[in-house]
């Protein structure tokens, strides 16, 4: 066996470096442990984590009933592939299309195969309910989106760093300006040929940009008048990140029967993935009802890995532990301490211009300009003081905490958050 345990930081970093590919600029920090919030690096130091893996981590890392579901189903069987049933998936669709209030679910693995499978789905209703000709239907998405790494993902994201060089791209996607309801009139009005509108219901990778109040809700009900499908890409934002189960929470079945103020909308297709499992295996899911799903036959669409058992059994486990431990309330009540407390700090600050977000999902926006490595200073600087957080841009830190944080640890954790940044003031 490797033996892991007398490997360090330097060593581990050292070995990606020669041995991986550079598709990835870490925070130099090597990790060998979690539990719940914490995770500690190899010399033995603890550290709060505040990314959770890009919102995997909701239900805590390595939570014992999500361990335990895959540890014994590990033991039990592990793939089938579909070509024969299993008998936990049937299980876990159930489950989850009640959970989440849909006829069906179609399962894959990561958050860009299920983004994939939501544009196959919708074009295909595009053509066989819709009526849209041949190779016409358009997909319309928002300008500074984040849906993943495919050729067709990345066709239409207007990151540079993504897309230079991988042409050519997948077309068949109109951009527009995200947060505009206009824009968004102006071009349904304009094509007769499209299918569906894709959209975070938060842009994370963005810098959790938070759209104006209502804007969803408005954007369903123009897809809705256009005859277009809405397809709700919730794989960061969804499973009681926001403080909601879905930050479209449209029809939902979870706890908050009374979210008051929430956009109240049912998307056509919802795409989850990262928290699904709790971040303990790849599970991603697109879930819609049988008018639409139903255009998926045998033949059309799959993965040998999607819909395994233990994913299966995992993604039970994880959503169980969301409703059990009322993390969407948690979520809640905890982002509005954290994003209150920042604010009283902000008014005297220099460094930093302002705090957003909901829920448990926030950013705040260092005064500097988008190619300033400031973040990624305050970034090691955090780390030094024992928290964790990445720069989404050069001017916006990510703050994003397992769900399973108590009040008194969210509250140590802004107290390490502006020591540190005191130490940017000028
Ligand atoms: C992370 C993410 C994806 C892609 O998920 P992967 O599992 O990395 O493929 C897609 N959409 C959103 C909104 C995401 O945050």
């Not at 499209?194 to 990778?205: K, M, Y």
Request: glycine share 8%.
């Amino acid at each position: 066996m490797i033996q892991l345990e007398s490997i360090s930081s330097q060593e581990a970093m050292n070995l990606e470096d020669q041995y991986g590919a550079h598709n990835y600029h870490p925070l130099p920090v090597v990790l060998t442990k979690g539990e719940g919030v914490f995770v500690w690096d190899v010399e033995g130091k603890k550290y709060y984590d505040f990314l959770s893996a890009y919102s995997s981590l909701n239900q805590g890392h390595g939570h014992p009933k999500i361990v335990n579901a895959l540890i014994e189903q590990a033991q039990r069987l592990t793939l089938t592939s579909r070509a024969f049933y299993n008998d936990v998936l049937g299980k876990y669709e159930e489950f989850a299309t009640q959970y989440f209030n849909f006829d069906k679910l179609l399962p894959m693995n990561t958050g860009a195969e299920a983004v994939e499978t939501a544009i196959k789905i919708c074009r295909r209703w595009a053509y066989e309910v819709k009526g849209i000709d041949e190779n016409q239907a358009k997909i319309i998405v928002c300008n500074n989106n984040f849906h993943g790494r495919t050729t067709t993902i990345i066709s239409f994201s207007n990151d540079a760093n993504a897309k230079r060089n991988f042409g050519p791209y997948t077309e068949g996607f109109l951009n527009i300006p995200y947060n505009d309801i206009d824009a968004l009139e102006t071009v349904l009005s304009k094509h007769s040929d499209i299918a569906g509108f894709l959209v975070e219901p938060i842009q994370g990778e963005a810098g959790v940009m938070v759209p104006d109040e209502g804007y969803l809700k408005k954007a369903k009900a123009l897809c809705t008048q256009y005859n277009v499908l809405f397809l709700a890409d919730e794989v960061q934002t969804g499973i009681a990140r926001t403080g909601r189960l879905l930050a479209t929470c449209g029809n939902c079945t979870c706890e908050q029967k009374d979210c008051s103020g929430t956009p109240d909308i049912k998307p056509d297709i919802l795409i989850l993935g990262k928290a699904l499992s709790g971040g303990l295996y790849p599970v991603s899911a697109v879930l819609a009802n049988n008018d639409i799903m139903n255009v998926i036959k045998p033949g059309s669409h799959g993965s040998t890995f999607g819909g395994n058992p233990i994913a299966a059994a995992v993604a039970m486990a994880a959503l169980e532990v969301v409703n059990d431990e009322h993390l969407a309330e948690n979520a809640e009540r905890l982002g509005i301490i954290f994003r209150d407390e920042l604010n009283k700090y902000i008014k005297q600050s220099t460094i930093v211009k302002l705090v957003r977000g909901k829920g448990l999902l926030n950013a705040i926006v260092i005064n500097e300009h988008e190619q300033s490595d400031t973040a990624w200073n305050i970034c090691l600087k955090l780390r030094d003081n024992g928290l964790l957080a990445k720069p989404t841009h050069g001017n916006i830190i990510r703050f994003a905490p397992p769900l399973v944080m108590t009040e008194e640890q969210l509250r140590d954790c802004v107290a390490i958050i502006i020591k540190t940044l005191k130490t940017f003031e000028d």
